[in-house]
Every structure is written in C-alpha cells, then in structure tokens.
T-cell receptor, first 114, second 110 residues
C-alpha cells in the first residue's frame, strides 16, 4: 500500500542555516505530494504541493521537487528563521474509493535558534 | 468565504467519560469531511470520512464513532474514553486535490 517515510527529528538549526527534511514515498498510482506545517498551538497548514513528476512546489522560501525516479519529495530552505520552528509533515494523496486518500509521514519537529 | 471550524481547542477528560468533538464548514455544500488523529510520535491517521449526510466510513476499528447530522457538520464521539484516545484530533475538508484542516483539538485522557 501507499506510505510516506519522513526523516525523524527533532532537528535543531541556527538561524540562517540550510534546511533539508527528507521524504520518500511508496505509491501504486500517480500521487500528488504535499508538505504541511503545524506551528505551535495551531492546526495543519498546507505549505506547498506538487502534482506530477518534476514539479517544484515552493512557498515562503521553502521548496520541494517531485522526483519520481527516486520517489522523493525533500523539503529545503536556504536560510531558516526562528519563525520557521514548527512540525513539518510530508504527505501524499492518491485516489481510492473515497476519492482521495491522504497518507502522512510521522512529522519532523524543527527548532530554529537565534 | 470558505472556512472550517473545530472545537474545543483543548480538552482534558477522565477515563470512561464521553466525548464529542464538533467540526463545521462554511461557504460550501456537500463537502467531503474527514477526522484524523495524530498520536504522540506517530503520523496522522485517518479515522473517519464522510461524503454526505448520514454517510460515514470508518478506516480504523476503535473506541470512537462519527456522525454527519447535517451537510456541513461532522461530529466525533466516544461513549467511554480510554487513555489511548489521547492525541491531537483534526477535522479536514477535502477541496479538489488538497485539504483544509481545522485548528485541531488536543485531547488528554486522564
């Protein structure tokens, strides 16, 4: 079945450091891929998405490229800020009897220190 | 505008007590609605989804139930909470190929 494997945390970085959070997936079809972010005390928010191979999703300085050959969707940011401290979830959406089914990774906690 | 509301934000309940979490959607009709749970150290797990009034599909057998009494209302319930029911519960509304999530309810069963 479909699944998402995400880099375990927690991750602690200094401000302005480079961020990579690895995500790989297993899917039987042609899924869409997502990164969601959960800031402290808030619900999940969509950060970025890519719907087909080689697409690059980007938002707020974050980027991720849909790599079908390596079944990956790694999240990157060139220079993190303290405000980026949150939990990041990689997810895929595939079609099944309910229309679309979502599969989430376990989440990676990021703390950025000044 | 299209929004999703979920309450309460936090809840502390004793073992054996009942549970009712409510989720409502505004600005749309006949939405597909979902309940997810995030347990500590684990990813999000789909609990229930509903494609219409009175239509509930369960993904994981458990101590919980869901109901869809109105088009834009989705309720998560339990008759008797267990310690293992503690977690972060999210209501979600599927919009096209993406989801909009509620703000979540952090449930602690003591």
């Amino acid at each position: 079945g479909d699944s998402v494997t995400q880099m375990e945390g927690p991750v602690t970085l200094s401000e302005e450091a480079f961020l990579t959070i690895n995500c790989t997936y297993t899917a039987t079809g042609y899924p869409s891929l997502f990164w969601y972010v959960q800031y402290p005390g808030e619900g999940l928010q969509l950060l970025l998405k890519a719907t087909k191979a080689d697409d690059k999703g980007s938002n707020k300085g974050f980027e991720a490229t849909y790599r079908k050959e390596t079944t990956s969707f790694h999240l990157e940011k060139g220079s993190v800020q303290v405000s980026d401290s949150a939990v990041y979830f990689c997810a895929l959406s595939d079609r099944d009897a309910s229309g679309n089914q979502f599969y989430f990774g376990t989440g990676t906690s990021l703390t950025v220190i000044p | 505008s299209q929004t999703i509301h979920q309450w309460p934000a936090t809840l502390v309940q004793p073992v054996g007590s009942p549970l009712s979490l409510e989720c409502t959607v505004e600005g749309t009709s006949n939405p597909n609605l979902y309940w997810y749970r995030q347990a500590a150290g684990r990813g999000l797990q789909l609990l229930f989804y509903s494609v219409g009034i009175g239509q509930i599909s369960s993904e994981v057998p458990q101590n919980l139930s869901a109901s869809r009494p109105q088009d834009r209302q989705f309720i998560l319930s339990s008759k008797k909470l267990l310690l293992s029911d503690s977690g972060f519960y999210l209501c979600a509304w599927r919009r096209g190929n993406g989801y909009t999530f509620g703000s979540g309810t952090r449930l602690t069963v003591v």
